[in-house]
C-alpha cells in the first residue's frame, strides 16, 4: 500500500509527528501531500527557536493553532538586541535592527489567522512592544496563558491596557525578567484580575532602564537631602 492511498485523516495525523521541514518536504513529492501540508488542522502547535526560523515557508498559520512558542535562548541576536539602546555600538543597532519588526510582524499575521490560540510564550523578544501583545489580547479572546520572558520592552502598559482590559479568558500570566514591569503594574493585575495565576518571579525588583544622564537629578537630590540632614 502506498501512502497516498491513505485518506486525509490518516496523512494528517501521520504527518503531525514530523517536524516542519518534514512535511514540507513531504508537501514537495505531490500534490496531495501539499495540501495536507495547506490543512490548517496539521498546525495546532508552533515552536519558533531562532529568528530565521519566523522567515521559512516551512510552516502555516491557521485556525487551529493552540499553542505558539517563540523562544530565543541562546541566540547571539537576542544578546545583543537585549542591551539597552543607550549602550549598543552603531553595528549592534545595526544587527538588531534587522530584526526589529520580525516578531512584530509574525504576531500581527497570528492576530488575524489564529482567533483560537490557547498559549503563548513569548521569551528573549527584545523588540516586541506593548501594542503588540495587546493586539494579541484583543484578537486571540480565548487565550488562556501568556508567559513572557526576558522581553525588554514590555511595560506596565500591557498589563493595564492589555491584561486588565482585554485578558477575559486569561487564566495564567508569567512575566519573568521583564526589567521594565513594576509592581505597580503588577498590582492592578492582581487587584482587578483576581482570577489569574499571576507569577512574575524575576521581574518588578530588576532596575528599569534609563539613560545614566537621566540619573543625575537624583543624585543632585539626594546630595541635597544629605547635605540638610
Ligand atoms: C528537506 O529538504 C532539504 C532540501 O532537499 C534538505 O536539505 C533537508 O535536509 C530536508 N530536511 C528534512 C528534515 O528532511
Ligand atoms: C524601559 O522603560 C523606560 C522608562 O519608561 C524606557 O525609557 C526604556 O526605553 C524602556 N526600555 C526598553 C528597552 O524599551
Same mark, same amino acid.
Not at 512575566?175 to 483576581?194: H, K
Given at each position: 500500500?502506498q501512502l497516498?492511498?491513505l485518506?486525509?485523516?490518516c496523512? !494528517?495525523? !501521520?504527518?503531525?509527528?514530523?517536524d ?9 513529492t ?11 488542522r496539521? %498546525? ?27 523562544? %530565543?535562548?541562546?541566540?547571539?541576536? $537576542?544578546?545583543?538586541?537585549?542591551i539597552?539602546? %543607550?549602550?549598543?555600538?552603531s553595528f ?14 509574525? !504576531?500581527a ?8 490560540? $490557547?498559549h ?12 503588540? !501583545?495587546?493586539?494579541v ?6 487565550l488562556?496563558?501568556l508567559?513572557l520572558?526576558?522581553?525588554?520592552r ?24 521583564c ?9 492592578t493585575?492582581?487587584?482587578n ?15 528599569p532602564d534609563s ?14 537631602? $544629605?547635605?540638610f540632614?
Amino acid at each position: 500500500m502506498q501512502l497516498t492511498q491513505l485518506n486525509r485523516e490518516c496523512l !494528517l495525523h !501521520l504527518c503531525s509527528f514530523l517536524d516542519k521541514d518534514s512535511r514540507r518536504n513531504l508537501s514537495r513529492t505531490c500534490h496531495q501531500l501539499l495540501e495536507v501540508f495547506l490543512d490548517h488542522r496539521l %498546525w495546532n502547535l508552533l515552536h519558533f527557536s531562532s529568528p530565521s526560523q519566523l522567515k521559512r515557508d516551512n510552516f502555516v498559520l491557521g485556525p487551529s493553532l493552540r499553542c505558539l512558542t517563540i523562544c %530565543w535562548y541562546s541566540s547571539r541576536v $537576542l544578546q545583543v538586541c537585549n542591551i539597552e539602546d %543607550w549602550l549598543k555600538t552603531s553595528f549592534q543597532k545595526d544587527i538588531c535592527g534587522k530584526h526589529e519588526r520580525l516578531v512584530s510582524t509574525f !504576531l500581527a499575521h497570528v492576530c488575524i489567522m489564529c482567533p483560537n490560540l $490557547l498559549h503563548l510564550t513569548l521569551s528573549g523578544c527584545g523588540h516586541i512592544t506593548d501594542q503588540d !501583545l495587546i493586539s494579541v489580547l484583543q484578537s486571540c479572546r480565548k487565550l488562556r496563558s501568556l508567559h513572557l520572558e526576558n522581553c525588554v520592552r514590555i511595560t506596565d502598559c500591557i498589563l493595564e491596557e492589555g491584561v486588565v482590559a482585554h485578558g477575559n479568558s486569561l487564566e495564567e500570566l508569567k512575566v519573568d525578567f521583564c526589567r521594565n514591569i513594576t509592581q505597580v503594574g503588577l498590582q492592578t493585575v492582581r487587584e482587578n484580575r483576581p482570577g489569574i495565576q499571576l507569577s512574575a518571579e524575576r521581574s518588578a525588583d530588576m532596575i528599569p532602564d534609563s539613560k545614566p544622564e537621566e540619573k543625575v537629578p537624583l543624585r543632585r537630590m539626594l546630595q541635597k537631602v $544629605l547635605q540638610f540632614s
